[in-house]
């Protein structure tokens, strides 16, 4: 055995500082597997290391476990995230529950224009015609339910007024985009939008002579046939809204993981790297019940996650396309930070590295885990470390 400079024995590796061996017998393999909920640190001897909860940080009672001499790493100290890998679904942005916006006709007459699949329609804009009159698409979160002309007041009057306005056909200052009064200046401009269109110049709105819709939209799906009747109160076409967003379907297990505003990297088709964040969780978990009830097994239950994109230009033209999603739930801008399969379980519980001195002595050192990062297999320890000091990575 090697001496050093005071003729003492030097520790083998393995040894605690007192001498003793970490285990008898023959020595034991260790294999370090990340997932993105567990961590599972495999004994040759049999035994196995559970570190659950990479979000929650709190390790479970672990075997002891040796340490074989190897490769070392470089505590460090700087920034670290936590994140959660999962796959998504590119697409147009619909209702809050994922599902299209419905265009529902209250016109009279035969189908002589229809609008393609595809097409995206702004607000102010056709949509289609009925008989020889062209129904545009107005914004309003509630669709109209009556005609509207001079006298009249109410909340479907105030949405007429705001798109009015917001098209232009109105200042501010001459109409109040908020009024709920059909006034002069409504008139005014409501028959500047219907010559600009060319409908019939009236001043007034026949319930059917437009189609309230959220916003601008993209047809989806064209429900009805040319030359056929158009029927008050039958769907024209399904639409999404134009804005782009990805679906994830995220296991219930994570939902307290994930909270709205946290950034994510969106891997696109074609490897590019696009920017986003989490717009909205939904309440309601898929259980897959059907799945189950018809002998297909069972599977997690799931939470929608939808998430907007930074950049929606990066997504071109992309529907129903799969993605890779990383969704940064947790971070901290200093933090020790070793690689995971440096971490060793011990008897009594909780975890270890084993950091190599300077003169190669070797210590175990007791830590505690915080983040992890499992993308990059890292993780944040507190304990007798310090930045620069060096930890055994035993190859696997």
Known sequence: MPQTAAGRRRPRPGLRDNGSAMNAGRPLRRRLIVGSTVLVLTVGAGGAV?????????????????????????VREGPLSAQVNTNG???????????????????????????????????????????????????????????????????????????????????????????????????????????????DETGKLKLGEAVFLPGASRVSKVVAKLGTRAVPGTPVFEATSTGRQVTVELNAAQQSAVKVGDKVQITLPDNKITLGKVARIGTVANSAAEEQATGGGSANATIPVYVSLDKPEDAGTLDQAPVQVEITTDGVDKALIVPVTSLTGQAGGGYAVERVDAQGAHRIVPVKLGLFDNAKGLVQVTGELKAGDRVVVPST
Request: proline share 7%; hydrophobic share 30%; with cysteine.
């Open 89 to 199: 679904t590119l697409s147009y942005a619909g209702q809050d529950d994922g599902s299209p916006y419905t265009a529902v006709n209250q016109a009279e007459g035969i189908y002589t224009a229809l609008p393609a699949q595809g097409r995206s329609i702004n607000c102010g804009d056709v949509l289609y015609t009925a008989g020889d009159d062209p129904v545009p698409l107005l914004c309003g979160a509630r669709p109209g339910y009556r005609a509207l002309s001079y006298g009249d007041e109410g909340w479907d009057v105030q949405q007429l007024n705001k798109n009015l306005v917001d098209l232009g056909y109105a200042t501010t200052s001459q109409l109040d985009p908020n009024e709920d009064d059909f006034t002069y200046q409504t008139y005014k401009a409501l028959k500047e939008l219907q010559e600009k269109i060319g409908a």
């Open 50 to 74: 559970v570190v659950t909860a990479p979000f929650t940080g709190e390790p479970q009672a672990a075997a002891q476990t040796s340490t074989p001499t190897g490769a070392t790493a470089a």
